[in-house]
């Protein structure tokens, strides 16, 4: 079984400028998640979708991050414009159905460093 | 609201001695809790999880948790480390109906030979 695939792996730009996350998650999964990852912290919810729809983006700074998720599939996360504090690993998870009980899947994460 | 504490951020054993990484968390509601690993430039993978049958929970590799509702902790153990077992490991709480996921901060488990 294919697992969270998500692309670049690696990302450098400068401030100012945006940035596009992509995430495909395990075929099946209803439930896709972009989390955060901060150096020396744990993992911060971003955004969670349930099929096409926002279940949570109450974390999500929408003033400049954006996410979609087309069809109930694949994910976009972009950033726009990019901030010095965005430096930080976005990784994707998925799970089989929405509930606390499941097990996420999570994908290698984007690191993404802003000059 | 809900909130994990993982109360040491590292966590040094030589090879063949026991591991212990404490978590306690708060949640208003009857919490599934988790345990994930993450290796050097590997994703996050489960390592076990609680949702409410068994309150000792045996997961992959040796490692094992017990959900202590009084203490609200979910420490994690194994009774020999290994040198493989190096690796930043993630206790987290979740919301059983909505699913929301909190993350503690992480410990860093270092096995010296």
């Known amino acids: 079984e294919a697992g969270v695939a998500q692309s670049p792996r690696y990302k450098i730009i400068e401030k100012r400028q945006s940035v596009a996350f992509w995430c495909n998650p395990i075929s099946g999964h209803a439930t896709l998640y972009w989390y955060q990852q901060i150096l020396g912290q744990g993992p911060k919810l971003l955004i969670q979708?349930?099929?096409?729809?926002?279940v949570d983006d109450s974390q999500l700074p929408k003033d400049r991050f954006s996410a979609e998720r087309l069809k109930g599939v694949d994910s976009t996360l972009k950033i726009q414009p990019a901030k010095l504090e965005d430096s930080a690993v976005y990784l994707c998870?998925?799970?089989w159905g929405g509930g606390g009980t499941d097990t996420q899947y999570f994908g290698p994460g984007t690191r993404l460093t802003v000059l | 609201a809900q909130s994990v504490t993982q109360l040491d951020s590292h966590v040094s054993v030589s090879e063949g001695t026991p591991v212990l990484l404490r978590c306690n968390y708060s949640s208003s509601y009857s919490p599934s809790l988790f345990w994930y690993v993450q290796h050097p430039n590997k994703g996050l993978q489960l390592l076990l999880k609680y949702t409410s049958a068994a309150t000792l929970v045996k997961g992959i590799n040796g490692f094992e948790a017990e959900f202590k509702k009084s203490e609200t902790s979910f420490h994690l153990t194994k009774p020999s480390a290994h040198m493989s077992d190096a690796a930043e490991y993630f206790c987290v709480v979740s919301d059983r109906g909505a699913g929301k996921s909190t993350f503690g901060d992480g410990t860093t488990l270092t096995v010296k030979p």
């Open positions: 998870a998925s799970s």
């Open positions: 979708f349930q099929n096409n729809g926002v």
